[in-house]
């Protein structure tokens, strides 16, 4: 450094600590970064640099203090400025209903006679209840100076060194009217994907892994050596306010929470104003179906009253405030009993263990089967019949056996291991060295592998032949009338009719539905034939490439290899599957029952073109999906989808809190594209 004059060093590290917390809040908060890692670290080093060489410029609120600090012996106790409450749980909608009378009960200033039906519907404020830990930050004119755990509301733990460490925290205000006292309280997760990075790695070195991400965050946050805490990857969403001195909130909690988002805090983008119980259901339900597509866990949604007036003169009763309530999902986890525990083999012949369960009822349904995946996770759960259970059932996710008790487990109990035949056509059980999966080498041989491929067959995604369910199947299979998906063709009413459950219009409508699917497109046509690691995307691939059957089935690997997402084990599969006399016997069958699958002239390749020399830069946050499964779907419908704009670029696809790329978008006079035109782009809307 060429003069370093006292007042040069302060300057250049002010500078330092105004680039690193802008880019800093740029990557974290607002989720839209605007330079490389490598950037910002070089920045960072060279703060440190200078902190290390001048240890007087170095300050609390320094970008550098992120990275944790020497250990502590304990953590020392502070109080709360004000108490934090906690909430009361509603579970069913009769519960919100009381809820929603108690307030309007309460509320005198309600009874205005002048006010209309409208005007009396009260306006909540609803968030999702996120799974984490409850903190509250402390901030003296605009400086972090204290995080702070729950504890009983009134006394906390001193975790400030952990807190600092906490990327999407500021250390450093930005934005106007910074008060001179503000408590600001929200909850520390971790986010999905790292607690599954997290675990993974513990895996790997064989350490104790976490139950859940809620667990993870609470180990992570209580650590006395806040530098381990650094090395996890927390995050925060503020949602409520403790003291604030020297500054007036907005009038209602909604725009309180932009208040805070203004001073650099990260708000949950989920968070929405709604009228009545009616919306809150409604935001209840709408969240239940995203809640396995958010980055975060929940457990519920909370309902506050918006107007900051109202929620004082409603006030709180035993710690938790009248103007609020959790309406929680039903428990995702429950424990029960492993009673036995079987082989189900799947299409491709994979053995997958199931455990079968005492029912128990679990994330709203009753639950009697679990998978348990492979055996490498039965050996690492130690799953064995009699054992307590912990039962995970996650959204739509097939219910899982997360877990043992393990001092519930009763003598005697005997360790699983794979069967040597397949349980259902006796063929030679075969595991390839380093995989996982077991499957029997029958094929279609094997009754098991025989009705699943009928069900892939008939199923949604390919040929989507109306009222042929799995049920249906199973039954069709069981009493002979077909062994392959080409019998299906051969099937006639009164055989149907005669069946248990079917009357003579289900047996016509079924008839006419097999008529109706024999003109598949192509690319559906590949798919229902359930080649090994040939899904829908692949299929459609496959069906632009080739065009036709018969030049699909005269390929060889290294020409399929040219195809896009063919790789050299999807190529195998191709080819092996068409050197199978029994599978080109069932496709000559379908080709002469009349099934003519309808090669690629417009639709699909035209969807590949729409895309193919489109440029896009996705930027904010999206509903509907993760940013990077945006980028995979729309790479595959052949667009490029880059970092940065620039007059190339066809349009800037802007989700919620989209940043500085959109402003730019518009600066070049470039498109700016919202959700709704992304979905329409990948043909789901
Ligand atoms: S507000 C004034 N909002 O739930 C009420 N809490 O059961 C203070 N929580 O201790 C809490 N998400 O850890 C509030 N959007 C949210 C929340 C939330 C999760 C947790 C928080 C609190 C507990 C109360």
Not at 381 to 404: C, F, L, N
Request: aromatic residues 6%.
């Amino acid at each position: 450094m060429n003069n370093n004059t006292p007042e040069n060093i302060v300057g250049k590290v002010e500078k330092l600590h105004k680039q690193l917390h802008y880019h800093n809040h740029k990557y974290y908060v607002e989720d839209d970064p605007e330079i490389p890692d490598s950037e910002y670290d070089k920045l960072l080093r060279e703060l440190q640099a200078i902190e290390e060489e001048y240890p007087e410029t170095l300050t609390e609120d320094s970008p550098s203090q992120r990275v944790g600090a020497a250990p502590l012996g304990e953590f020392t106790q502070v109080k709360h400025l004000l108490p934090m409450l906690s909430l009361a749980n509603a579970f069913s909608e009769k519960e919100l209903i009381a809820f929603e009378k108690r307030l309007k009960d309460r509320l005198v200033s309600l009874d205005d006679k002048e006010n209309t039906e409208e005007d009396k519907m009260l306006e909540f404020a609803v968030e999702p209840k996120l799974d984490g830990l409850a903190v509250s930050l402390l901030y003296k004119k605009g400086i972090l100076v204290q995080g702070a755990t729950r504890g009983d509301g009134e006394t906390g733990e001193n975790i400030t060194e952990n807190v600092r460490t906490i990327n999407s925290i500021p250390l450093k205000l930005i934005g106007n009217h910074i008060p001179e006292t503000l408590e600001v309280r929200g909850e520390v997760y971790m986010p999905k994907a790292s607690f599954e990075k997290l675990n993974q790695v513990a895996r790997e070195n064989d350490e104790k892994t976490f139950v859940n991400p809620r667990n993870a965050a609470a180990g992570s946050l209580r650590q006395l050596d806040s530098r381990k805490t650094a090395k996890r990857k927390l995050a925060m969403y503020c949602y409520a306010t403790g003291l604030i001195e020297g500054m007036e909130l907005p009038t209602t909690h909604y725009d309180a929470l932009q208040q805070l988002a203004s001073w650099g805090f990260r708000i949950c983008p989920d968070i929405k104003v709604v009228k009545g119980v009616a919306g809150c259901i409604q935001y209840y339900e709408e969240i239940g179906t995203k809640r396995d597509n958010l980055a975060y866990d929940i457990d519920g949604v909370v309902y506050k009253i918006n107007q900051l007036d109202l929620q004082k003169e409603l006030g709180f009763v035993s710690r938790a405030p009248r103007w609020a309530i959790a309406h929680k999902f039903p428990a995702q986890e429950e424990m029960t009993v492993v009673e036995d525990i079987e082989f189900q083999i799947g299409r491709t012949g994979a053995l997958t263990p199931v455990a079968r369960l005492k029912p128990v009822f679990v994330g709203g349904v009753t639950v009697t089967n679990a998978t348990l995946h492979n055996m490498d996770e039965i050996r690492r759960k130690d799953v064995r019949v009699g054992d307590t259970v912990i039962v995970r059932r996650a959204g739509d996710v097939i219910p899982e056996v997360a877990r043992i008790v393990p001092h519930l487990r009763p003598e005697h109990t005997q360790i699983i291991s794979m069967p040597e035949n397949c349980p259902i056509c006796d063929s030679k059980v075969e595991q390839i060295e380093g995989e996982a999966v077991a499957r029997c080498s029958g094929g279609l041989f094997c009754g098991a592998q025989s009705k699943q491929s009928i069900k892939h067959f008939a199923s949604r995604k390919a040929l989507d032949i109306d009222g042929l369910g799995d049920k249906l199947v199973e039954q069709l299979f069981d009493e002979k009338l077909i062994e392959n998906i080409s019998d299906l063709y051969g099937l006639e009413t009164e055989q149907l009719a005669d069946l248990e459950r079917m009357g003579e219009k289900s047996a016509q409508n079924l008839i006419d539905a097999l008529q109706q699917s024999k003109t598949p497109t192509l690319a559906r046509f590949i798919y229902s034939l359930g080649i090994r690691e040939v899904g829908e995307t692949t299929a459609k691939s496959l069906a632009n490439h080739y065009r036709s059957l018969d030049a699909l089935k005269q390929t060889d690997e290294e020409n399929l290899q040219k195809v896009d997402d063919v790789g050299p084990i999807v190529a195998s599969h191709v080819v092996s599957f068409f050197q199978q006399d029994h599978n080109n016997d069932v496709i000559d069958a379908l080709l002469k029952a009349g099934v003519t699958p309808q090669e690629p002239e417009q639709i699909e390749s035209e969807m590949a073109l729409k895309l193919t020399g489109k440029i896009y830069v996705l930027t904010g946050t999206f509903t509907a999906m993760k940013r990077t499964e945006a980028k995979t779907q729309l790479e595959a419908l052949g667009a490029k989808v880059t970092g940065s704009v620039s007059k190339n670029t066809t349009a800037v696809i802007a989700g919620e809190k989209a940043g500085s790329k959109r402003t730019k978008a518009e600066k070049l006079g470039v498109s700016v594209f919202d959700e709704n035109k992304l979905m329409e782009l990948l043909g789901s809307n």
